[in-house]
């Protein structure tokens, strides 16, 4: 029988899957990058409160500030790689 724990966000690797949730990753690949399963991603994500469809959907105050703080080192590289494209 596996021991359980209470979800406290004290922990790093609970912590950095709440951060990958609320940048809209999905739970395989944070299962992936904090070996906990998918399960126990979804479990600590609801726990959290934390909707993946509202970054996603760009309705989340974390959307805003992604594109608010990295709008100006992506769109100039969007700007070379599409140019090439479609000249």
């Known amino acids: 029988m596996s021991k359980k724990t209470k979800i406290t966000f004290a922990d790093d690797n609970d912590l950095f899957c709440a951060f ?3 940048v809209g ?3 395989r690949a944070i299962s992936e990058r904090t070996n906990l399963t998918e399960s126990q991603v979804n479990y600590r ?3 959290a409160e934390i909707k ?3 970054y996603r959907d ?3 105050k974390t959307a ?4 608010r703080n990295c709008a100006g ?10 140019g ?4």
Do not use: C, D, N, Y
Request: no cysteine.
């Open 84 to 87: 090439k494209k479609f000249a």
């Open 20 to 22: 990958l949730g609320e």
């Open 73 to 82: 080192q992506i769109m100039p590289k969007l700007r070379r790689t599409l």
């Open 64 to 67: 805003e500030l992604v594109v």
């Open 25 to 27: 990753w999905h739970s």
């Open 58 to 60: 760009g309705e989340s």
């Open 45 to 47: 994500l609801k726990k």
């Open 52 to 54: 993946r469809k509202s």
